[in-house]
């Protein structure tokens, strides 16, 4: 995907560019864009990993199985990846900064796996955060950019189980956002209201690929742990009806 992406902002460059005889020193000059594409090319296969560790975190904290989470925890070695990062981070950034930010963003997705999803509950502004640069990073991925808009209102001290409103959001971004349309609109917010703490995604459905299925396992393995934390005290609702899909979850405080 990544690989296509940088091939597509390639191509726009050079149609936009008048015509020239083609040098050493021509070539030279797309020497440091050539190496900051191989760099994010370098970090997404890391995050892919780190997505993989997490939907697999996932399913260990609904058997409640410590041990084996550890032990998922020991395959990968987050010191050493997050040093990479920083390493990479400072050298993309003498070469383009808005770039740079981007692997800040990443850096600290892979923390929030790491330090606080094995955690029974998180700050809900540790949540936001989370979910904020998960939103930064999915953006570069859509042609016409996308039109998010994240109302938060609540006490940023509340604590929460962690992970529990991101598959919400993975959904948005994989059955939710059109690549090829130019106007992408999502809604997302975040309410405390008096003991309850209300979470609503609302986004116009993409065009489905072949076998796809909204929300699929992933509001499956999300219902049974609500059921864990909360037995009937909490409320999911799914509007799939129309040309929007709209999810909506309550929680107790």
């Given at each position: 995907?990544?690989?296509?992406?940088?091939?597509?902002?390639?191509?726009?460059?050079?149609?936009?560019?008048?015509s020239t005889r083609v040098d050493v020193l021509t070539l030279l000059a797309y020497?440091?864009?050539?190496?900051?594409?191989?760099?994010?090319?370098?970090?997404?296969?890391?995050?892919?990993?780190?997505?993989?560790?997490?939907?697999?975190?996932?399913?260990?904290?609904?058997?409640?199985?410590?041990?084996?989470?550890?032990?998922?925890?020991?395959?990968?070695?987050?010191?050493?990846?997050?040093?990479?990062?920083?390493?990479?981070?400072?050298?993309?950034?003498?070469?383009?900064?808005?770039?740079?930010?981007?692997?800040?963003?990443?850096?600290?997705?892979?923390?929030?796996?790491?330090?606080?999803?094995?955690?029974?509950?998180?700050?809900?502004?540790?949540?936001?955060?989370?979910?904020?640069?998960?939103?930064?990073?999915?953006?570069?991925?859509?042609?016409?950019?996308?039109?998010?808009?994240?109302?938060?209102?609540?006490?940023?001290?509340?604590?929460?189980?962690?992970?529990?409103?991101?598959?919400?959001?993975?959904?948005?971004?994989?059955?939710?956002?059109?690549?090829?349309?130019?106007?992408?609109?999502?809604?997302?917010?975040l309410v405390q209201q008096n003991d309850f703490l209300l979470f609503k995604t609302?986004?116009?459905?993409?065009?489905?690929?072949?076998?796809?299925?909204?929300?699929?396992?992933?509001?499956?393995?999300?219902t049974k742990r609500l059921r864990m934390l909360y037995g009937d005290k909490f409320?999911?609702?799914?509007?799939?009806?129309?040309?929007?899909?709209?999810?909506?979850?309550?929680?107790?405080?």
């Amino acid at each position: 995907m990544l690989k296509g992406y940088a091939g597509f902002i390639l191509l726009q460059h050079f149609r936009l560019t008048k015509s020239t005889r083609v040098d050493v020193l021509t070539l030279l000059a797309y020497v440091p864009g050539g190496i900051l594409i191989y760099v994010l090319s370098l970090v997404f296969r890391i995050a892919i990993a780190y997505f993989t560790l997490k939907q697999q975190t996932e399913e260990i904290l609904l058997q409640k199985s410590q041990a084996e989470l550890n032990l998922l925890k020991s395959q990968v070695q987050p010191h050493f990846l997050f040093n990479a990062l920083n390493n990479i981070y400072y050298r993309v950034y003498k070469i383009d900064p808005p770039s740079a930010g981007l692997i800040e963003r990443l850096a600290d997705i892979m923390r929030y796996f790491v330090d606080e999803s094995p955690k029974d509950e998180v700050p809900v502004s540790t949540e936001v955060a989370f979910i904020e640069n998960y939103i930064a990073l999915e953006r570069i991925r859509i042609r016409h950019g996308a039109d998010i808009n994240f109302e938060k209102t609540y006490n940023p001290e509340l604590r929460i189980p962690p992970m529990l409103l991101m598959t919400f959001v993975e959904n948005i971004f994989k059955h939710g956002i059109d690549k090829s349309r130019k106007q992408n609109q999502v809604t997302i917010s975040l309410v405390q209201q008096n003991d309850f703490l209300l979470f609503k995604t609302s986004n116009h459905k993409g065009d489905p690929e072949p076998g796809d299925q909204s929300g699929g396992f992933g509001i499956v393995n999300l219902t049974k742990r609500l059921r864990m934390l909360y037995g009937d005290k909490f409320e999911l609702t799914i509007d799939d009806e129309g040309e929007l899909f709209t999810a909506f979850l309550k929680i107790p405080l």
